[in-house]
Structure formats: structure tokens, C-alpha cells
């Protein structure tokens, strides 16, 4: 599911001119078909990236749309809550969000975490920057070996690295997609999780 929601992300900011940020990347915006195959949905809030200069505050050669911050909790990039400056890498924060969540198995927010740690994010990369992952990793897939471990780890640094508070310091979609496809290629034919 990951690989084919990094895929639609790619596409929608590399693949379209203008590029197009969906603004809402969240689990309950990821429809399974019958043939396990997850899409995209729910639009309402996508926009389309202009230059720069077309934001009387935008700086640097991305696109950008200057906007108030819109979104899901626990889904929304910090650096576009603190900056109004909505770019292909929000979404790749949202994306971030959303591989934490499968896997920890956990909603993105819990209001009965200590403030800190309310979001998925949060808690999650306070835990890796400790080396404490295993704690937070949904039990089922700690139980399927050494191999899908490894695998579970790769993409967890992923998630960490899609979540990072700074914008600049996160993989895009394109980057994203390549990784999730070389962790796929190092998973084990386990539990039917290798076309996931």
C-alpha cells in the first residue's frame, strides 16, 4: 500500500504541470479495491503549486501556494503551519504520517499520550532517537522474523525522515517511492506482505 500511495504522490508532483499538492494525505483519504490495490482520494482540498514570486512571500525555486493551514490533525506538515508555505513536501510529511501508522498499528493522534507525544510523529521519532523502534512497532510484525524486521526498520527511517520538522530535510515523493521499492525488493516472501 505504501509503494502504490508514494506512486500516486509522485505523480501528482512530478507528472502534472502544474504540480498538484493534495493537502489531505490520510489513512481514511486511502481506498483498498477488492484487488487490494490502495488509491488516493478525496481532493477538496488539493491545489495546484505556482512559482514563488506568485506568493508575495515565497522564497527559493520550489512551487509553493501561499494558504492558511488545512488538513487532518496529526497529518498537518508543521513547516506549513509555522510558514503558510504549502509545498510537494507537505504531502510527503502527511505520506509520513500515514507509513508510521501502519507501522505502529496506532492512530495519528492520542490525547492520552503526554502533550509532547500527542502525534504519531512525535511520540514515534522520540522513540526511534532513543533506539527504542521495536516499542512502538504493531506486535503482529514482530513476530514475523528477522527479515521483515529489517524490512520494518528500513521503512520506519523512511516515515522518520518524511516527518522531519523541516521541510528540507525530507525525501520528496520521487525519493520516497524509490526507497519503499528497494526496501520491497529486501522483504522476504512472509505473510503475503511482499505486494504490499
Known amino acids: 500500500m505504501a509503494v502504490q500511495i508514494a506512486s500516486a504522490l509522485e505523480y501528482l508532483h512530478f507528472g502534472v504541470k502544474p504540480a498538484v499538492v493534495h493537502r489531505d ?3 481514511s483519504n486511502i481506498f483498498v479495491e477488492a484487488d487490494m490495490r490502495a488509491r488516493l482520494g478525496d481532493f477538496g482540498l488539493s491545489r495546484l503549486l505556482s512559482p514563488p514570486d506568485a506568493c508575495a512571500t515565497g522564497a527559493g525555486r520550489e512551487l509553493v501556494c501561499c494558504t492558511a493551514p488545512q ?5 498537518l506538515d508543521p513547516d506549513y503551519h509555522r510558514s503558510f508555505q504549502l509545498t510537494e513536501k507537505s504531502d510527503v510529511y502527511s505520506f509520513g ?5 501502519l507501522v505502529t498499528g496506532l492512530r495519528p ?6 502533550r509532547r507525544d500527542v502525534t504519531l510523529a512525535d511520540w514515534v521519532v522520540a522513540k ?5 523502534l521495536r516499542e512502538v512497532v504493531d506486535q503482529p510484525v514482530l513476530g514475523e522474523g528477522a527479515g521483515v524486521m529489517a524490512s520494518v526498520e528500513a521503512v520506519a527511517e523512511l516515515a522518520f525522515r518524511c516527518v522531519a520538522p523541516d521541510k528540507d530535510d525530507r ?3 520521487r ?6 521499492r528497494r526496501i520491497q525488493g529486501m522483504l522476504p516472501e ?3 506482505l511482499k505486494g504490499s
Open 25 to 27: 494525505v490520510t489513512s
Open 71 to 75: 488538513g487532518t490533525p496529526g497529518y
Open 97 to 101: 504520517v500515514v507509513v508510521l501508522e
Open 109 to 114: 493522534v492520542d490525547v492520552g499520550r503526554e
Open 128 to 132: 526511534i532517537q532513543v533506539g527504542e
Open 171 to 173: 525525501p520528496d515523493a
Open 175 to 180: 525519493e520516497a517511492l524509490a526507497e519503499l
Open 190 to 192: 512472509v505473510s503475503g
